[in-house]
Every structure is written in structure tokens, then in C-alpha cells.
């Protein structure tokens, strides 16, 4: 049966000229379509390009800031563990949730992504490709990365970023409408 | 809502919305006035105190994040009447020029000492990203040397 659904998958993506990342617990259903797959996707990407979101998944060592994503003030740097240097740590400034006084946004586990999740300079199929890879995601399968999208509170923080701070393009509810639907048609990317 | 923590080693209960940055309820509250207001938007430095072992803007810190937590003022650097190595280094370098955002940068030098004994320029120009407008970064450099020197010695320096 496992085998079938691989089959009917590797058939469809080949079809339309798409790769699709399959988690192996998450076996696609055989009502699964690939171009509805591949449209959910492309408005996932417009929230996942986001400042909110991008700013905090960097290619290098320096978060960036703000709805233009400058580099952030003041030397500030990722760290060993994600969440700054020993004595400038995130939550220096950042605490769990925003701060309504000084307009410094927070957030449980404020931090960067780690930098296996990096997606600065990526296509999109390449920021996909690090999303369903096991070995850069955190270990999450398919199901475990679609709660992370829908329900984690840092990534949810990006719909309540305080302080006139842009909101993604998409409204959360909407976002994780297309996150489970990309998901359940077969979590299917474009190449480039 | 009541709030309680350790504020320089003494037990603190205080009344205050849970909001209340807890830079205004060390300095209206309980009257230290060591901590500075500089900025407001967690950027100078001046207003830096110890949550427990790290340093934190108390501008931007609301007062329910200290409940049962250990916070240390610049009054409280000092053990008794043996000064800090990062307080007999200020004074010994001759540091402050105004002196105002001198506090935040004393704590911040501090908590970088406890992180990093023996940091060096890059340490310190990483750790401490406090602000002077009157421009005493080299000192303060020097400062800091002198005070992780001061510390890998023996005992504190007396008052």
C-alpha cells in the first residue's frame, strides 16, 4: 500500500515537473493533487518571504530587523546556541512577549533559526527542501512541520508583531488553511 | 499585582501593574537611583541591570518577569565594602566623562566578566553594546581589561 502511494506520487510530481519532499509517516492520500498542492504553496511562500518571517532565518550569523530587514543594530549575533553571545543574549533586550513600553518585540524562545534553517538567498523549492528535511528541520515529519507552521507561538508571533510592524500578506487562519492543504496534496515544490 | 524578587540581595515585595518596566520600579519604587532612563527603547544600555546571571534593559523588562528572580542594581555590584573589580578598574582608568550611561556600561562589563573572564577586544566589542555619547569606549576597553586583570587576583579591593 506504502509502496503504491510512493508510486502514484513519484507518477504525479514527474507529470508536472515538480519534486515533492514525502515524509515517510506522512504517505500522500491518492486524492492527492499535486497542482493544488503546488498553488498553496505559492501563497505559503508569500508569508514565509515576509519580514516576520525572514528576518529570523538568515544565511549568516546577524539577524536582521524591521520591515526592511537591515541588518540588527548594535553587533548583535547568533551565538552558539541561536539565542545570542554569552553576555548579549536575546533576551537581554527580548522577553516572551512584546513590550508595549519600549516596542521591543518577544515572544517565547526568542531567537534565530538554527543556521541548517536558513533560508536567505534560497529559491523558494529551496526554502521547501530545508523545511521537509529531516536532518535540518529539527527531525520533524510532515505532520510535526505543518503544527510547527500553524501552531508554534514564535511563528505566531509573526501575526502580532507590535509596534505598526508589518503583518505577513496572508492573515494567520488563511495561512494555515494553505499550509494543511500544501501538506495534505502532497507537500509538493517547485524546483527553482 | 504584587510582585516579589530579590533586589540586591534583599527580599522585595512591591504593588505595581505588571507592566511597569521594572526600571521604574527600582528607581519610583524603591528609590535606587544607580539605573538610568537613557533611551527608553532598550538600545543605550544605561538602564542595564543583573537578571540573575545576565544582563537585561530594564526598560523593556516588565516588572512580572522578576517575580522570584534574583536582580542586581549598580548598587549592588560592591560585596559590602569591597568594591567590584569592574568598579575599582573605572575608577583606577578614570572611565566616566559625564557619567551617566556609566552604570549600564559597568553592568554590562560585569556580566561579561562573569560569562568570560578573560575577554578580549572582540569579547568586548560583541558583549557590550551599550552607548556614550561623550565617547569613552577606549577607556571603558581598558576598563574592562584591567578588570578581568583585577579579578584573576586575589581578594576585592577594599572601599
Redesign the interface.
Known amino acids: 500500500m506504502k509502496k503504491n502511494t510512493l508510486y502514484i506520487a513519484s507518477l504525479l510530481t514527474g507529470f508536472f515537473g515538480l519534486t515533492a519532499a514525502l515524509s515517510p509517516t506522512s504517505p500522500v492520500p491518492k486524492t492527492a493533487d499535486p497542482a493544488v498542492s503546488r498553488a498553496a504553496y505559492g501563497k505559503i511562500m508569500t508569508v514565509l518571504r515576509s519580514p516576520r518571517c525572514m528576518n529570523c532565518h538568515p544565511s549568516d550569523d546577524f539577524p536582521r530587523q524591521g520591515d526592511d530587514r537591515h541588518v540588527h543594530?548594535?553587533?548583535?549575533?547568533r551565538g552558539k546556541d541561536d539565542h545570542g553571545?554569552?553576555?548579549?543574549?536575546c533576551?537581554?533586550?527580548h522577553?516572551?512577549?512584546n513590550?508595549?513600553?519600549?516596542?521591543?518585540p518577544g515572544a517565547p524562545k526568542w531567537g534565530l533559526a538554527p543556521r541548517s534553517m536558513a533560508w536567505q538567498g534560497l529559491s523558494d523549492g529551496g526554502i521547501g527542501r530545508v523545511m521537509l528535511d529531516r536532518s535540518r528541520n529539527g527531525g520533524k515529519n510532515l505532520a510535526e512541520l505543518v503544527r510547527h507552521l500553524t501552531q508554534d507561538s514564535l511563528v505566531l508571533w509573526g501575526w502580532n508583531p507590535g509596534a505598526n510592524r508589518a503583518l505577513p500578506p496572508l492573515d494567520q487562519p488563511t495561512f494555515a488553511k494553505y499550509v494543511r492543504e500544501w501538506a495534505d496534496n502532497g507537500a509538493v515544490l517547485p524546483k527553482d | 499585582m504584587e510582585i516579589h524578587f530579590e533586589l540586591n540581595g534583599a527580599a522585595q515585595t512591591v504593588e505595581a501593574p505588571e507592566?511597569t518596566?521594572l526600571l521604574w520600579i527600582i528607581r519610583d519604587y524603591l528609590g535606587l537611583k544607580g539605573t538610568k532612563f537613557g533611551c527608553?527603547?532598550?538600545?543605550c544600555g544605561a538602564c542595564t541591570v543583573h537578571v540573575g546571571d545576565?544582563?537585561?534593559?530594564s526598560?523593556?523588562?516588565?516588572v512580572k518577569?522578576a517575580e522570584g528572580k534574583k536582580i542586581t542594581t549598580i548598587e549592588g555590584l560592591a560585596q559590602g565594602d569591597a568594591l567590584h573589580p569592574v568598579q575599582q578598574a573605572w575608577i583606577e582608568e578614570v572611565v566616566p566623562q559625564c557619567g551617566y550611561c556609566q552604570p549600564g556600561f559597568m553592568m554590562?562589563a560585569a556580566?561579561?566578566l562573569?560569562?568570560?573572564p578573560q575577554p578580549t577586544d572582540e569579547d568586548i566589542?560583541?558583549?557590550?553594546?551599550n552607548i556614550c555619547r561623550c565617547g569613552t569606549y577606549f577607556r571603558i576597553r581598558k576598563a574592562i581589561h584591567r578588570a578581568a586583570a583585577l579579578a584573576g587576583q586575589t581578594a576585592p579591593h577594599k572601599i
Open positions: 543594530l548594535f553587533n548583535v549575533q553571545l554569552p553576555a548579549m543574549r533576551n537581554t533586550c522577553q516572551t512577549e513590550n508595549a513600553y519600549s516596542g521591543v | 507592566q518596566p527608553g527603547t532598550a538600545m545576565d544582563p537585561v534593559r526598560c523593556s523588562f516588565a518577569f554590562s556580566a561579561l562573569k560569562h568570560i566589542n560583541n558583549n557590550v553594546a
